[in-house]
């Protein structure tokens, strides 16, 4: 193997390697507990230090550190991303602003702990599988055993190598009641809740596989007032502001000033001129600025230690089996800790109650003590769930003589009868998982749904025809003497455009090209100018420069790239006559031949065939072209 083949099988390996820790370690939630690493860290970081007291962001950061080895920058970000989501950290202090874009006071000077609802339903060491740290000296969660769908909740975002994902959040109540409906075996029907608010289109969203149309609620104060009280996902008071200003500055709406009173909630306020009202000026706030966006959704998350695209369905689904398995094995764990307590309240009381433990008075060899005791339980076997071990044994002998003095039977029997019965309720709810899944579904809505209202309303969105609401404003003329073009210039041809337009310019040596509205611009001398509109009918006489046989041509151009030159007659025809009236009628004047003798032609351009732009012209006489002239009458 060269030195060469070498590096690139090194620069290979080692390319696979970092896109697969991007993908795996970084950038892509998981599945099952709908976190990224980072976040996962800084979460199991807060439980092993909860005690109910509120923690500085910069020592939660620093103790997450021996967890995650990219510095404390992204640990703060992440967690400042995940406290603003609303669902499982507290906050206290200047988090930051998402809806305007104001960042997060220093970790110094904010503090976090996890909420009851994240403390409920996220964690169990005893289902936990752990792995090492980076160093080795530490041991983190592979995955948190969550009981809620933490991935569509809160949605998630993120680009690695060659792939991107981007999940929308969805409510939360909505979410519980349609696992409780897959659990019902009904058919579910799921659309994102921005915690912006809105109003969203979700005709189109496809299950989490197409997209939203989203819009800013913006409410009517007067004919002359508008107020943004909500924005669009993905978007901040900022943006929104300058979204409006760009569209104020190209002539696309007209506003007289703009306001942010935002603080706790958003409000922007929009002044209009005079001549302008509140009902016509809504679609072009929608048209050309951030108050409606479009988004699509891409679900793509690790499953099995791979990348998997699914839908809200599916991955609904999943989070519903393993609640179920999850559950199930809580229940499991509480059945063998309920049996461990019935078998050392029962073998107390009878140790206590039989006197054994007079047996061992007088003696003093350890291993004849554990051996009299061994020996003196064995006619109560069949009162004990199993047979006891020397661990047994040895807590029977660490009982002090003023607890055996002061045993109450009674007691211990109504703790056995307690546990027992709460032993029948386990056995008879791990039969039917099921039914137990829904209840605990429903315990969680019954707590937590006044905290979590929908905020997106759902409402069918029409589609905006922009050219409609453009208005005919833009007034762009051209100076033949100067040959200056645009619209701050003052000239004898005035041609009316939309804000949309592209200008079509025709120049008299036969080429075109097609151009944005200029402010000023030279351009060469030109035959026609008008709107790029893709539907105006050009027609044109023109003369073969080395016969000067007239030809007339009609044609539409339809297609075009901005500033690229394109020629609608070839180099040795001649231009004679254009002009965009299909109606257009002239005489065209030929000079004598030989016997043939001097005449006029009547051109009727409706009765000429429209073909492509670069096609060859109708001939109209094999005599030498001396001029065209438009007919008196079409004058």
Sequence with gaps: MTLKDDLKDQVKDNYLRYASYVILDRAIPHLVDGLKPVQRRILWTLFQIHDGKLHKVANVAGQTMALHPHGDAPIVDALVNLANKGFLLDRQGNFGNPHTGDPAAAARYIETRLTPLSLQTLFNPQLTAFSPSYDGRAKEPVILPAKIPLLLMQGAEGIAVGMATKIFPHNFIELLQA??????????????????????DASEYADGKGKVRLRAKIDTVDDKTLVIREICYGTTTESVIRTIDEAAKKGKLKIDGIHDYTAENIEIQITLPRGQYADSTLDALYAFTECEVSLNSQMIVIRDNMPWEGTVTEILQEHVERLKGYLKQELELERTELLEKIFLKTLEQIFIENRLYKKIEELTEYEKIHSTISKSLQPFHQQLLRIPTEDDRERLLSIPIRRISRFDIEKNQQDIAALQQRLAQVEKELKNIKQFTIR????????????????????????????????????????????????????????????????????????????????????????????????????????????????????????????KEYRYLENEHKLEFISSDPQAKINVHLKAKGKQKAKIVAVDFAEVLVKGVTAKGVRIANQELTAVKLKPEAT
């Design 440 to 563: 605990y579904l429903k315990d969680l809505l019954k707590t937590y749904e006044k905290h979590y209202p929908r905020r997106t309303r759902i409402k069918t969105i029409k589609e905006i025809d922009k050219r409609s609401i453009s208005e005919k404003n833009v007034k762009v003329s051209y100076d033949p003497q100067t040959g200056f073009l645009g619209t701050k210039v003052s000239g004898s041809h005035v041609i009316e455009c939309s804000n949309l337009d592209k200008l079509l310019i025709l120049f008299k040596d036969g080429s075109y090209k097609a151009i944005s509205i200029p402010d000023k611009l030279y351009v060469p001398p030109a035959a026609w100018i008008g709107p790029a509109d893709k539907t105006t009918t050009v027609q044109i006489i023109y003369r073969d420069t080395e016969t000067q046989f007239p030809y007339s041509k009609r044609f539409i151009i339809k297609q075009f790239i901005l500033d």
């Design 179 to 200: 696992q409780i409906d897959l659990l019902e075996e009904k058919t579910i029907y799921l659309v994102p809740d921005f915690h912006s608010g809105g109003i969203m």
